[in-house]
């Protein structure tokens, strides 16, 4: 009888014993945890897992998740090179190697005999991760460099696709994603429990933050009686509550405060496209002593003011005078495609692209008008 799509997920962490877990370069706070939780509960039991995200530095607010220093920035090690000596006649008596210009230099002294270039052949191990487990990535490009560095690895070693967002394109061999929980920690956690292993107090703090940080402290739309239960499973497990509550939002800035206000201000809402927008000004950065890191935070309040929009632009002037625009995509459009115009980079929940030669005000007609152009063509 065949497997069905849950028992083919619990087999393939069942049998894997190198995974590498890897989650979006255009990350949040749910990726990360959910990727760390899931390193936990596979190394408990008996895994040697590995964490890669393209560029990842661990922020200061989530200091409070030592596991995240654990998260390399960049693919590393995927192979390692082999170097064969046929020592059948002639046994090995020394070993020394140098580096000198721009070389290793290997050297070899036979105990007998001599040794030539038909003794020694080269070659590669297999790739050392037998599995590749993808968090909160909506689809493959979204890993960025990562992916690029190792093509064939990626080609050739099975995906394990773990999402929540029903905008995932469903690209792994195997695929669980849970349009019905409000995170990937929470899809993370049911997988914990089915897999029968223990949640202490560090596994359920790392869980509760996902889930904390994409519902927005519980104030998103997208919560189930599931997700409750799961948040207060977690709690009784230990999970640090408070400690969560008080790094991810009470640790905010006045600045920031002031220029999540500033786009508020501007806000404009098409409930019929279910987009919004805002504009910053460099004036607005000045005046509220903001920089461009609290841009995220000030997205994130965007999406709040409107629970029910599904693209969500910010329009921002840069110190250098180019006029900067993210643009946020969950279900209507392709953030990516949304931005190809003006070469934007991204995936397709999350692009950046910029206009220059123009005003912000005539960035901003060009841009809302191509967005709503696009948004409003029918559905391929």
Request: with cysteine; aromatic share 6%; net charge neutral.
């Amino acid at each position: 009888m065949a497997l069905s799509e849950r028992q083919q997920v619990l087999e393939q962490l069942r049998k894997a014993e190198r995974p590498l877990i890897a989650f979006r370069k255009d990350w949040n706070a749910d990726a990360a945890a959910a990727a760390v939780a899931l390193a936990t509960t596979l190394e408990g039991m008996g895994k040697k897992a590995e964490i890669v995200c393209d560029g990842f530095a661990p922020p200061e607010h989530l200091a409070f998740l030592p596991q995240l220093k654990r998260v390399r920035p960049e693919m590393a090690g995927l192979r390692t090179f082999v170097i064969s000596v046929d020592a059948q006649k002639s046994r090995i008596g020394e070993l020394s190697y140098e580096a000198k210009d721009g070389f290793l230099h290997i050297y070899l002294t036979p105990k007998n005999g001599s040794l030539d270039a038909s003794q020694v052949k080269t070659g590669t191990t297999d790739y050392r991760h037998d599995l590749i487990v993808t968090i909160d990535t909506p689809d493959a490009a979204s890993l960025g460099g990562i992916r690029d560095a190792a093509p064939d690895f990626f080609f050739r070693t099975p995906i394990l696709n773990l999402d929540h967002s029903p905008a995932n394109e469903q690209y792994g061999q195997v695929n669980c994603v849970d349009t019905t929980a409000a995170a990937t920690s929470e899809v993370v956690y049911r997988l914990v429990k089915d897999l029968g292993r223990p949640v202490d107090a560090d596994l359920a703090t790392a869980l509760l933050t996902g889930i904390v940080a994409k519902t927005r402290s519980f104030r998103s739309g997208a919560i189930t009686p599931q997700t409750l239960t799961a948040a207060s499973e977690l709690v009784a497990a230990g999970a640090k509550r408070d400690v969560i509550v008080a790094s991810l939002y009470r640790t905010k800035t006045i600045a920031a405060l002031k220029l999540w206000g500033r786009a508020l201000a501007r806000l404009k809402s098409d409930s019929a496209l279910k987009l919004v927008s805002s504009v910053l000004t460099r004036q607005d950065f000045a005046l509220a002593g903001a920089g461009e890191a609290a841009l995220g935070d000030v997205i994130d309040e965007l999406i709040l003011s409107s629970p029910d929009a599904e693209t969500v632009v910010l329009i921002y002037e840069k110190e250098g005078g180019e006029i900067c625009c993210i643009i946020r995509s969950e279900i209507r459009r392709e953030a990516a495609a949304l931005a190809s115009r003006w070469d934007g980079q991204g995936g397709r929940t999350h692009a950046v692209c910029l206009i220059k030669g123009k005003s912000i005000g005539e960035a901003e007609a060009e841009i809302l008008a191509h967005v709503r152009a696009e948004i409003a063509k029918p559905r391929a």
